[in-house]
């Protein structure tokens, strides 16, 4: 009991110790003001504008109560987290410098920080929007990120940059202009959800990030929606692409990951692009009006295909291989709209095996001249041959249990559809 009473009495010490500061609006007030500060202490920025370079090393709050705006002139980052504990929310943050090699950001949360909390701020128009680097456990929710338009894209800082950050959590955030929404290097655990990608190279940009999650993002109109890339054990699921210009999905040496629920919709070139990617989980997404729905390359093997829609594409698969490769698991398969198909018996399964590809796509592929044959008679009666005849298809996808009606994911209710 002794021991209660004396922890009951240091806590209400130090919530009576912790003061509120009411921080004027003028140049070098912030800075001033957290010298006399005491760890715990709340940071209360006046309406208006403070010029200055803000360090945050012991465990404090600075609220900009939503109508303060900090700005770094041009020099550096604007605000760096380096204590523990701290938490930036309420604040306009604008006027970082332009240096890539130190990556000058809005806020920048470096290897010492703990456990920050950022929230609910404006960054514009920084070179990086916020620069996770190195610190564990950080919390990034609820913010409002522009990056600069005044650089070729690929000169551009990213809306969120993530390296060797375990624990990092980026949520509900608006992210826009700049280079990458969000983009992760050598990090792990990571969880990128209920995030809003536009007018970016790629919304979503993973290298060396195994274990984390992307989930309930929505990607529209960017060069690329999700890019995943030397990683294993990632979660990619209930996220929507609309309109990206590349892809909607993307894997680049990514193992053992699970990619489901997602909708893809309008990928100019491919819904899902593989290369050398093995041992994955594709099931229940929705992948309409792509150039491809779904292309595999460069050896990628022991995938698992099961449960999506595959609905309008230009070309629903691109797969070459001499072998026959199985896309359905214990009768279900995937729904492919081109397929026209019977069920006697209203199980919901297609009475006939579908191949999306025959020989004359693979020519094709390879030979990208002989389209002009295509109307030609010989052409139909390869084709033709090719369907009365299944033994002499050149092997590829067969999905033997494909699926009559479509599922459209939970997720679909967060497309746009006011164009």
Not at 71 to 87: M, P
Not at 178 to 194: A, E, H, L, Y
Not at 224 to 246: I, K, P, Q, W
Request: glycine share 10%; net charge negative.
């Amino acid at each position: 009991m002794k021991w209660l009473l004396t922890a009951l009495t240091l806590l209400t010490a130090d919530c009576v110790l912790a003061a509120d500061w009411d921080v004027p609006a003028r140049a070098g007030a912030i800075s001033k003001t957290l010298a006399q500060a005491a760890d715990g202490d709340t940071l209360r920025l006046r309406p208006g504008l403070y010029l200055e370079n803000v360090v945050l090393d012991r465990p404090v709050i600075l609220d900009g109560q939503g109508h303060a705006t900090i700005d770094g002139q041009g020099n550096g980052s604007v605000i760096t987290v380096t204590g523990t504990d701290i938490t930036v929310t309420g604040v306009t943050v604008i006027g970082s410098g332009s240096s890539h090699e130190t990556i000058d950001s809005g806020i920048k949360l470096t290897k010492t920080a703990r456990a920050p909390q950022i929230t609910d701020n404006v960054v514009l128009g920084n070179l990086y929007g916020i620069d996770i680097h190195g610190a564990r456990n950080a919390y990034v929710a609820g913010n409002r990120i522009e990056g600069r338009l005044d650089h070729h894209v690929n000169a551009r800082g990213n809306g969120v940059y993530v390296w060797n950050a375990p624990g990092a959590v980026v949520d509900g955030n608006d992210i826009r202009f700049g280079r990458d929404g969000i983009f992760v290097n050598s990090s792990r655990k990571n969880i990128f959800r209920n995030n809003l990608f536009r007018d970016l190279r790629f919304a979503v940009h993973y290298m060396y990030a195994d274990d984390s999650e992307v989930s309930g993002n929505v990607s529209i109109g960017n060069d690329l929606g999700y890019a995943v890339m030397f990683s294993t054990r990632v979660r990619v699921v209930d996220n929507v692409s609309v309109n990206d210009r590349e892809h909607g999905v993307m894997l680049n040496y990514t193992n053992r990951s699970e990619i489901r629920g997602n909708y893809v919709q309008n990928a100019q070139e491919k819904c899902t692009f593989l290369y050398n990617s093995h041992k994955n989980q594709f099931s229940d997404n929705w992948f309409e009006g792509c150039g491809i729905g779904i292309h595999f390359t460069a050896g990628s093997q022991k995938n698992r295909i099961l449960g999506n829609a595959f609905v309008g594409n230009r070309t629903q698969v691109k797969f070459v291989s001499s072998k026959w490769h199985e896309w359905s698991e214990e009768g279900r398969g995937n729904y492919w709209s081109d397929n026209a198909a019977y069920d006697v018996n209203g199980d919901g399964i297609g009475d006939a095996p579908y191949r999306p590809n025959d020989s004359m796509d693979h020519v094709l592929w390879t030979q990208p001249a002989a389209k002009m044959l295509l109307g030609s008679p010989a052409v139909q009666l390869v084709r033709w041959s090719q369907a009365a005849f299944p033994a002499l298809l050149p092997g590829g996808v067969i999905d033997s249990n494909p699926l009559m009606k479509p599922v459209r994911p939970d997720v679909s209710e967060k497309v746009p559809h006011d164009g």
